[in-house]
């Protein structure tokens, strides 16, 4: 079956799908296109019984914002900016964090 891999961290996209858990910051980088989608099937289950959404809006900006920064971090890397790499894994390991705090990784 085809599975991805995060090349940081090594956890597997099938071991995400089964414990909703990334194992480090690089995982929601390799896997974003899953965790949109299965954000969006939880919500819209959830949805359907009229509990509370899975994620609140806040949620979906630490998210996005998340995302951003994995990108430029990606393309500091390409263009070989090291101190912004250095400076963008910072916040970027500060907001895993927050994100781990919210249950969202
Ligand atoms: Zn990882």
């Not at 085809?2 to 597997?12: I, L």
């Not at 995982?27 to 899975?54: H, M, T, V, W």
Request: net charge neutral; hydrophobic share 30%; glycine share 10%.
């Amino acid at each position: 079956m085809y599975d991805k891999v995060c090349k940081k961290c090594g956890r597997r996209l099938s071991e995400y799908l089964e414990t909703g858990y990334l194992g480090c910051p690089d995982c929601y980088f390799y896997f974003a296109d899953e965790i949109e989608l299965s954000l969006k099937s939880i919500q819209g289950r959830i949805g359907n019984k009229g509990k509370r959404p899975f994620s609140d809006p806040v949620d979906k900006e630490l998210l996005s914002e998340y995302s951003k920064l994995l990108e430029e971090r990606e393309r500091a890397g390409i263009e070989g900016r090291f101190d912004d790499m250095a400076r963008l894994s910072g916040e970027i390991n500060e907001l895993f964090r927050e994100l781990k705090k919210r249950g969202l990784v």
